[in-house]
């Protein structure tokens, strides 16, 4: 069985992570097939943006395969940051510098690495019924996926230590509330919001989505300074391009713009 199944629903691509009857746990191959599938989509053209969700009504992912990660546990602490947290933190890194839009559709439990993929990508919408926790803590671990690292920056210190340290759930609403996600809609238009969130999205110039895109990813750890030398080198990516002209003479004229992404 596929662990990750994609389909490409005009210009956006849909990946599903496909082991409904382990809660969607991101074994090694999930991870592995995750980013094989971005690898191949960053060279399609044809795909602008990216939703991923997860197989069933139950779970988004409720994170590691605690087995397997076990099982390379037990061969030692050089196995388990070879085989687990590189991968995984490998995984998480790629989704949050992907130069075309990734929208996590949580359409359930997102405990662990499954909240750790929505804390990476660009934009997130969360199922009513989606519920979220950092557990890592109640198996004498830290998150290794980057929650320690990007949830504060989401949410502020004192409120990732909280559930970092608790391991307790929360729900999509304290999730909207504290910037995880962008919106929470009822469990049946899920989908379909992430669907016309991506929509308007690929209005524009898929050239100035990647730079906005690599902007903001690389100023968050910068300084302001930094940030504003890395805004004006995106800016002058883009000045140069077809999309920037047909942009602003679209703006003259009134008129809709049509992107060639050159």
């Not at 191959?29 to 991923?52: F, G, N, P, S, Y």
């Not at 909207?176 to 049946?188: I, S």
Request: hydrophobic share 45%.
């Amino acid at each position: 069985m596929q662990t990750v199944i994609q389909e490409t629903r005009g210009q956006i691509a849909v990946l599903t992570i496909n082991r409904p009857e382990k809660l969607n746990a991101l074994n090694y191959a999930t991870v592995d097939a995750l980013c094989a599938a971005l690898d191949a989509i960053e060279d399609d053209a044809k795909i602008r943006a990216v939703i991923i969700t997860g197989a069933g009504d139950r779970a988004f992912s409720a994170g590691g395969d605690i087995p397997e990660f076990f099982r390379s546990v037990q061969q030692g602490p050089d196995t388990a940051m070879k085989e687990f947290v590189r991968r995984g933190q490998a995984m998480t890194a790629r989704m949050e510098a992907f130069s075309k839009p990734i929208i996590a559709a949580v359409n359930g439990i997102a405990f662990g690495g499954g909240c750790e993929i929505t804390e990476a990508v660009h934009l997130a919408v969360a199922s009513d019924k989606a519920v979220f926790a950092k557990p890592e803590t109640n198996i004498g671990i830290p998150p290794t996926f980057g929650g320690t690292q990007r949830l504060p920056r989401l949410a502020g210190r004192k409120r990732a230590l909280q559930l970092l340290l608790t391991g307790d759930r929360f729900s999509p609403q304290e999730a909207l509330a504290m910037g995880l996600v962008n919106k929470v809609v009822p469990h049946e238009d899920l989908i379909s919001e992430a669907l016309a969130l991506a929509g308007r999205i690929l209005r524009h110039s898929p050239l100035a989505t990647a730079r906005i895109i690599a902007a903001v990813t690389r100023g968050l750890n910068a300084s302001i300074s930094e940030g504003l030398q890395i805004e004006a080198e995106q800016f002058a990516r883009m000045a140069a391009t077809s999309d920037v002209h047909e942009g602003l003479q679209a703006w003259i004229e009134r008129r809709q713009p049509t992107y060639s992404g050159r």
